[in-house]
C-alpha cells in the first residue's frame, strides 16, 4: 500500500480544508502543515505519493510557507524519481483571472523536472480564467479550487478528484 503524504500551506483556510477532505476520501493519508508539520525536504522521501496544495498569490507564487522549501527543492535538487505527484490548490478566477492557479503550474514544473510523475490533471471547462501557468496541453495540472466565485462546487470537486486520484495512482 502507498504511503499519502499531504503537504499543504494555507493562509486563508481554503487549502487546509481542501487537504482535511482529501485526507478523509484517501484513509491513511498523512496531513503535512508547511508552517507546522514540515522538517525539510527529506521528508518527502518518507512517502510514495505526494499531494501538494497551495494557494495562488501575486503575479502567480505559491503560499507563503512553500517558498523556503520550494528554493531548498530547486538548490538541492533531490531525485524524486519513482514519486506520485499531483497539486490542489485555491485561487479566484474572477478578480485573479490572469495567474488563476498558476502556483500549481510552478510547483508542478519542478517537482517533475526533479523525477516525479504528475497525476491528476482536469478539465479547464467550468472555469472563467484569463491565463494560467497551471494549464499544461489544455488542460489543469491539478484540482483547481475557487471558493470565492464557486464555493458550491468545492466538496464536489475534491471528492471527485481523489476518487481520480484513487484510480490513476492504484491507491
Known amino acids: 500500500m502507498s504511503k499519502v503524504g499531504i503537504f499543504f500551506g494555507s493562509s486563508s483556510g481554503v487549502t487546509r480544508n481542501a487537504a482535511e477532505l482529501l485526507s478523509e476520501q484517501l484513509s491513511g493519508a498523512q496531513l503535512i502543515d508547511m508552517e507546522e508539520d514540515y522538517d525539510g525536504i527529506e521528508q518527502f522521501e518518507d512517502y ?23 528554493y531548498d527543492l530547486d538548490n538541492e535538487r533531490p531525485d524524486l524519481s519513482g514519486k506520485k505527484v499531483a497539486f490542489f490548490g485555491a485561487g479566484d478566477q474572477k478578480t485573479h483571472g490572469e495567474h488563476f492557479l498558476s502556483a500549481l503550474g510552478k510547483m508542478h514544473d519542478l517537482f517533475v523536472s526533479l523525477g516525479a510523475n504528475s497525476y491528476g490533471f482536469i478539465p479547464t471547462s467550468g472555469y472563467d480564467y484569463k ?41
Open 131 to 171: 491565463f494560467s501557468l497551471a494549464e499544461k496541453e489544455g488542460k489543469f495540472c491539478g484540482l483547481g479550487i475557487d471558493d470565492v466565485n464557486q464555493e458550491d462546487m468545492t466538496d464536489d470537486r475534491i471528492v471527485a478528484w481523489a476518487n481520480q486520484l484513487k484510480n490513476e495512482m492504484k491507491l
Open 48 to 70: 510514495d505519493v505526494l499531494l501538494i496544495g497551495s494557494s495562488t498569490w501575486g503575479q502567480g507564487d505559491p503560499q507563503r510557507d512553500w517558498v523556503d522549501p520550494l
